[in-house]
């Protein structure tokens, strides 16, 4: 499949809206006060997940990054790290137990910028989850990092530790661009710390991209895309940038008119796909490219992809754990969030209080609905007999007006409703979360969708 097939000019013309990204279903914005007391253990109670992923969020950053909708604390004070392992060690303590027959199979540290902590503070945490949870020994550890704040030394501690997968922020190697999204960083520096992960032991390293960003351009793109190929990463993230300025308070120190226009963006997608894939990456899913030998281009030819919170994973047997602010919990059928501020996190563990502020209790018609989702977002394909022998369902019957929805992406070349299931081509992957729209019960209107999720290129 080339490049222009994904970008037909009608196409994109039509369905180039804004959507959910649906790494949840129901999304976050869906959340709400919960008055179900030990909503986490209730859900444990009907699991069928065979282990626990753990997630830690380190909301802590050096410096501001502009172009950032993330929840972070920008701060110079490395105590304040110690001060958040504190509770984050009380919340550990807390949540535990409930899984103290499961096996802990994959830990994610998150932010925010992980790499804030120190090598003594990242020894600690380290420390206090293989004590508190059953850690497998092959466990599969990944840590997001500021390659600015990252030193070779740095990365042979986190192997020493047991983090096997790393995940560097380059979003683009342009001076200019780096300057407006105050985000200056050494190219040669990042490709230091990739060759140093290696002969460290990490068996995987991700390299994160962004297009749309102030002052790109095709020349200056394509030399971002030739530096991060001379790395050979194992993973590519590729990710739009969503200019919010009304939601997120530092992309107001983001001009609009150095924003390349939409003609311009979309073209820096498509060079970007057509670049990393004549260079043998796979494209995995909607914004992520994997080398063919890589875990998560597997699990996509053998239809076992997943997608959760992280984004795409190759575990979805695993219930997930979210320690720390604003971090999200999906275990069993329920979704929990953390509160997004330190001081009510805080709170919340000095008066002993359940830790989550909100979430949702997924009702039958959330799992089914779920499923479905899931399986075009990752597979791009949904089998009715599969779908109902789980769900004790008629597929047609159930989905009788989604189905008729679905006509018109049929006419438009986008998929085929088979007798056996859906089917979307694989050049209307773009259009993923579009299609994926037509079974999502909560959206209520063109206004929320405009003003709630980001465009889809």
């Excluded at 990365?155 to 200019?176: K, W």
């Excluded at 230091?192 to 351009?217: E, M, W």
């Excluded at 501020?341 to 000095?350: E, P, V």
């Excluded at 909560?442 to 980001?454: F, M, P």
Aim: charged share 20%; glycine share 6%.
């Amino acid at each position: 499949m080339s490049a222009n097939e994904l970008f037909d000019p009608a196409r994109l013309k039509k369905y180039n809206i804004n959507g959910p990204r649906y790494t949840s279903y129901p999304t976050a914005l869906t959340f709400s006060g919960l008055s179900e007391p030990a909503p986490l253990e209730k859900a444990l109670s009907i699991t069928q997940a065979s282990g626990v992923s753990l997630y830690v969020h380190i909301p802590f950053c050096h410096s501001l990054c502009y172009y950032c909708g993330c929840n972070k604390i920008v701060t110079r004070h490395q105590e304040k790290a110690d001060r958040y392992l504190d509770y984050l060690e009380k919340e550990i303590q807390r949540r535990a137990p409930a899984f103290r027959h499961r096996k802990a199979e994959q830990i994610h540290l998150g932010g925010g910028t992980p790499g804030f902590l120190t090598e003594q503070q990242q020894t600690r945490l380290a420390g206090m989850l293989t004590s508190a949870f059953d850690v497998v020994s092959d466990a599969e550890m990944s840590i997001e990092i500021d390659p600015r704040r990252t030193t070779p030394a740095y990365l042979r501690h986190l192997s020493s530790l047991g983090y096997n997968r790393l995940s560097i922020g380059v979003q683009d190697t342009d001076y200019r661009v780096q300057e407006a999204i105050n985000r200056v960083q050494s190219t040669s520096h990042i490709a230091t710390l990739v060759d140093c992960a290696r002969s460290a032991g990490f068996k995987s390293v991700n390299l994160d991209l962004i297009y749309g960003l102030p002052h790109q351009t095709a020349d200056t793109f394509a030399t971002t895309l030739a530096a991060v190929k001379a790395m050979t990463p194992e993973r590519i993230s590729l990710f739009s940038y969503a200019h919010l300025p009304e939601r997120f308070a530092a992309q107001r120190k983001i001009k609009n008119e150095w924003l390349p226009s939409a003609q311009v963006k979309t073209g820096l997608m498509k060079q970007a796909i057509t670049s990393l894939t004549q260079a043998g990456y796979e494209m995995i899913g909607m914004d992520h490219f994997a080398l063919p030998s890589d875990e998560l281009a597997e699990a996509q030819r053998n239809k076992k992809l997943h997608r959760n919170f992280q984004g795409y994973t190759t575990r979805g047997d695993l219930d997930l754990l979210g320690l720390g602010v604003s971090s999200i919990s999906a275990a069993g059928n329920v979704y929990l969030q953390n509160p997004k501020t330190l001081n009510d996190y805080y709170g919340k563990l000095d008066n002993n209080e359940e830790i989550a502020e909100k979430g949702v209790f997924l009702s039958p018609s959330d799992l089914l609905r779920r499923y479905v989702i899931q399986r075009l977002m990752c597979n791009l394909a949904v089998d009715f007999s599969a779908t109902e022998a789980l769900f004790g369902i008629q597929f047609r019957q159930h989905f009788e007006p989604e189905l008729a929805a679905l006509r018109e992406f049929e006419e438009d070349g986008l998929l085929q409703v088979t007798g056996t299931g859906i089917e979307v081509f694989p050049s209307a992957r773009l259009f993923i979360r579009i299609i994926c729209m037509t079974f999502d019960a909560y959206l209520k209107g063109s206004a929320a969708i405009q003003h709630r999720y980001s465009r889809v290129i």
